[in-house]
């Protein structure tokens, strides 16, 4: 695939794979990234590509961000987890995704 396309592609998606994920689980940043590539085969996103995203999404009241100490070395991180604004937003986010999604297979597979 082109990587311009596959690079937009993915920029919409990721955010509605960040608030899912942090439904689920409050996370760090180097967590959340290991655990979205965990689960994908074809976002595999690095932290210079999450964290403007997370930025993004604590300024539009999506997430919600807050330093915890840590347990091995005592480093202090930045926690995520998502707002009910958040929630809300995904929700409505996948529920569009899913129909064009749709859309786009039935035109491709559309044999006339």
Request: aromatic fraction near 8%; hydrophobic fraction near 40%; proline fraction near 2%.
């Amino acid at each position: 695939m082109n990587g311009n396309i596959e690079k937009q592609l993915k920029k919409g998606l990721l955010e509605i794979v960040i608030l899912k994920i942090l439904s689920e689980k409050e996370m760090y940043g180097y967590e959340l990234v290991s655990e979205i590539n965990r689960r994908s085969r074809s976002l595999n996103i690095k932290e210079g590509t999450l964290y403007p995203i997370l930025y993004r999404l604590e300024d539009n009241g999506l997430i919600k961000a807050q330093w915890e100490q840590g347990i091995l070395r005592n480093q202090p991180k930045k926690f995520y987890s998502v707002t009910e604004k958040g929630k809300q937003a995904m929700f409505e986010a996948y529920s569009q995704w899913k129909a064009i999604a749709q859309d786009i297979i039935k035109i491709m597979e559309d044999l006339s």
